[in-house]
């Protein structure tokens, strides 16, 4: 046979599929905090969303 062999150990990388799969992640992140804003009906739900709100909300 006059065929050169394939290597066992390639490996065929789709990098299309490994971008649409980052900005799936992204997008269901987004997602969730925007579930967990409308869940809670808070505009400021943690000290990351607005750290002076929150702080003088924590202390009232």
Known sequence: M????????????????LVDLSNLMKTQTQLADTQNTISTGKKINTAKDNGAVWSIAQTM
């Open 2 to 17: 006059g065929s050169t062999p394939m290597a066992l150990n390639s490996i065929n990388t789709n990098t299309s599929a």
